[in-house]
T-cell receptor
Framework: GQNIDQPTEMTATEGAIVQINCTYQTSGFNGLFWYQQHAGEAPTFLSY????GLEEKGRFSSFLSRSKGYSYLLLKELQMKDSASYLCAASGGYQKVTFGIGTKLQVIP | DGGITQSPKYLFRKEGQNVTLSCEQN?????MYWYRQDPGQGLRLIYY???????QKGDIAEGYSVSREKKESFPLTVTSAQKNPTAFYLC???????????FGPGTRLTVL
């Protein structure tokens, strides 16, 4: 089966760093996606981790531990425009991608 | 410009009517997907297609139907059998069925 857990809401201050955690249980796991979704809009791709470790892309970094079924998205130098939902999604068996409920991040001044 | 389009952005229908949502992509992607998003819930997979003339049910296929007659197009029909059709519907495509998915802008369907 597929199960993905991530916090529903987080609040952080502009300029700070925030870490959004995600745990997953996915049969036939292939990799872990992170997407950003602003309210009323479509999700946009942020990162895809297949191997263990940290991948950095500008202000955003994503980490994966396959043995622990754990990932996190790290956002540095937060900006007001980073206020959005962040979706964790696992690619698994039967060639499907399963999405978590998303973490709604609010960046405050 | 390559991309994935959905139309219309907002759609209203009376209860008991079937309605078809459009999804077109010019990215030359083989795989296409339909998701439904409700408040407080993640994206839930309705149907997906890995190749023309073939598609599979997702987690919540009941009350929906699809076709994949062309690589570029993957329309979704919401039938009167779907008990709670009001939702935000998202179409996506990817090069491979386990790859990064590109999403269309979505259609917000309201059934009155």
């Amino acid at each position: 089966g597929q199960n993905i857990d991530q916090p529903t809401e987080m609040t952080a201050t502009e300029g700070a760093i925030v870490q959004i955690n995600c745990t997953y249980q996915t049969s036939g796991f292939n990799g872990l996606f992170w997407y950003q979704q602003h309210a009323g809009e479509a999700p946009t791709f942020l990162s895809y981790n297949v191997l263990d470790g940290l991948e950095e892309k500008g202000r955003f970094s994503s980490f994966l531990s396959r043995s622990k079924g754990y990932s996190y998205l790290l956002l540095k130098e937060l900006q007001m425009k980073d206020s959005a939902s962040y979706l964790c999604a696992a690619s698994g068996g039967y060639q499907k991608v399963t999405f978590g409920i998303g973490t709604k991040l609010q960046v405050i001044p | 410009d390559g991309g994935i389009t959905q139309s219309p952005k907002y759609l209203f229908r009376k209860e008991g009517q079937n309605v078809t949502l459009s999804c077109e992509q010019n990215l030359n992607h083989d795989a296409m997907y339909w998701y439904r998003q409700d408040p407080g819930q993640g994206l839930r997979l309705i149907y997906y297609s890995q190749i023309v003339n073939d598609f599979q049910k997702g987690d919540i296929a009941e009350g929906y139907s699809v076709s994949r007659e062309k690589k570029e197009s993957f329309p979704l029909t919401v039938t009167s059998a779907q008990k709670n059709p009001t939702a935000f519907y998202l179409c996506a495509s990817s090069i491979k069925s386990r790859g990064e998915q590109f999403f269309g802008p979505g259609t917000r369907l309201t059934v009155l």
